[in-house]
């Protein structure tokens, strides 16, 4: 098993671009969340899926869409990049005992 | 907001001594959680304890849970160079419990000195 995987692992945006950045997992977990990491922060939630076509939002979710077509994939996009979204991106999956993290996406939005 | 709140948010110790942290939370919970992260890397679960449960251990790792005080602690014995790490508590608040909504406190940097 590849576990949560999440590319691209670096992006460099200027103001107002979009983007997506993809995840995927081959643990058949329902649940997947995406959070953001600030540094000396911990990670908050933006966005999370509890399955395919259900999704909602967390702590911080302007800025930020998500959909789920498929049980193995939850994209993150950014419709229009501002500075403030310069943060790492962390993809989890899971189930009700645990949560599997990707490696992160390190952004930046100049 | 964040729930959690770790202390210390430093801790520096030698190897085969002792590291407890702790965290605060502010309201109900189904479970807290417990996860690593090494530098540049993404998280990594430790140990999860229930809101019923009061104690649990895995390895070297222990945890205690009361949810009078809304505090827990995580106790690593025998602490070895590769504990080196930011520790983080996470508390699940979605009301199915189905673990898919997280709050995490900033963290712990934990140094173990070789």
């Known amino acids: 098993n590849a576990g949560v995987t999440q590319t691209p692992k670096f992006q460099v945006l200027k103001t107002g671009q979009s983007m997506t950045l993809q995840c995927a997992q081959d643990?058949?977990?329902?649940?997947m969340s995406w959070y953001r990491q600030d540094p000396g922060m911990g990670l908050r939630l933006i966005h999370y899926?509890?399955?395919?076509?259900?999704?909602d939002q967390g702590e911080v979710p302007n800025g930020y869409n998500v959909s789920r077509s498929t049980t193995e994939d939850f994209p993150l996009r950014l419709l229009s990049a501002a500075p403030s979204q310069t943060s790492v991106y962390f993809c989890?999956?899971?189930?009700?005992?645990?949560?599997?993290f990707g490696p992160g996406t390190r952004l930046t939005v100049l | 907001s964040q729930q959690g709140e770790e202390d210390p948010q430093a801790l520096s110790i030698q190897e085969g001594e002792n590291a407890t942290m702790n965290c605060s939370y502010k309201?109900?919970?189904?479970?807290l959680q417990w996860y690593r992260q090494n530098s540049g890397r993404g998280l990594v679960h430790l140990i999860l304890?229930?809101?019923?449960?009061r104690e649990k251990h895995s390895g070297r790792l222990r945890v205690t849970l009361d949810t009078s005080k809304k505090s827990s602690s995580l106790l690593i014995t025998a602490s070895r160079a590769a504990d080196t790490a930011s520790y983080f508590c996470a508390t699940d608040f979605s009301n199915t419990g189905a673990n898919s909504k997280l709050t995490f406190g900033k963290g712990i940097t934990l140094s173990v000195r070789p």
């Open positions: 309201t109900s919970i189904n479970n």
């Open positions: 643990m058949n977990h329902e649940y």
């Open positions: 899926s509890v399955g395919a076509g259900i999704t």
């Open positions: 989890a999956s899971g189930r009700t005992d645990t949560q599997y």
């Open positions: 304890i229930r809101s019923n449960e």
